[in-house]
């Protein structure tokens, strides 16, 4: 691995709902090769202040221009976090929700037909209060990521981490970082939970500077496709120090 070079941003990766930090491990491995610094967050999921409040946490102890990557649900995270907790000068969604104000997790996977999640979730009541969501095994394969083996499959099933079922349902906070701050899109033609014309109109609607979608591949376009995604994101990190 290449040295840390503090001329470069420093990359912060949030991951989604059914998955974990270690779903970046390939990405992050080519961007430490080529000498950046990247944080792979645990995020909480649970729920949108919540966790963008963790999220911006993480941030303060940041220093340096900063490239926020997310996927799924952790576009939302990327999207609410404190435009004050760094110094946030790109975005980058890997299948990421980029949601406005008022908007939910809910509504804008209901946006346009084609995702297949819902029928695919199973049930945890908290003794605590709410439920938590988890992707049943048996169907995670086919619904999460069916362009990688069955062996990667299973073992993501097994460690795929549950988001609070509220999360999907609580309104996105106001000025959203996508409105203020470059992004980047990337998603996969086929993913099933979030559908392909979904990814488009947040793309467009934030005017992103690249929108790639990848023909054939899954809501896992990072895992799949690690090199197209952290060459996106490279992309981004160069812009981010050229800026401001």
């Excluded at 926020?68 to 649900?73: A, K, N, P, T």
Aim: glycine share 8%; with cysteine; proline share 5%.
């Amino acid at each position: 691995m290449a040295p840390h070079d503090h001329r470069k941003a420093t990359i912060v990766l949030a991951h989604g709902a059914f998955a974990e930090s270690s779903s970046w491990d390939e990405v992050v491995s080519i961007l430490q090769q080529q000498g950046h610094h990247a944080v792979s967050v645990a995020v909480p999921l649970r729920g949108v202040a919540y966790d963008a409040a963790y999220f911006s946490d993480v941030l303060r102890t940041l220093t340096g221009p900063l490239v926020l990557v997310g996927h799924s649900y952790g576009g939302v995270v990327i999207s609410s976090a404190d435009a004050e907790a760094g110094d946030i000068r790109e975005l980058v969604y890997v299948s990421g929700l980029a949601g406005d104000s008022g908007e939910t997790g809910a509504s804008l996977v209901g946006k346009f037909p084609g995702s297949t999640l819902g029928p695919t979730l199973t049930v945890v009541n908290l003794s605590s209060g709410g439920h938590d969501l988890y992707i049943d095994q048996d169907k995670y394969h086919a619904q999460f990521c069916a362009d990688l083996s069955s062996r990667k499959a299973a073992q993501m099933a097994t460690s795929q981490r549950p988001i609070l079922e509220s999360a999907f349902s609580e309104p996105f906070g106001s000025n959203p970082l996508w409105k203020t701050v470059p992004s980047r899109f990337i998603w996969g033609e086929l993913d099933r939970n979030i559908p392909r014309r979904t990814h488009r109109f947040m793309a467009t609607r934030a005017r992103a500077v690249e929108a790639i979608e990848v023909p054939g591949s899954s809501h896992v376009v990072g895992i799949s496709h690690p090199r197209l995604t952290a060459a996106l994101i490279e992309r981004a990190a160069r812009a981010a120090v050229r800026t401001r």
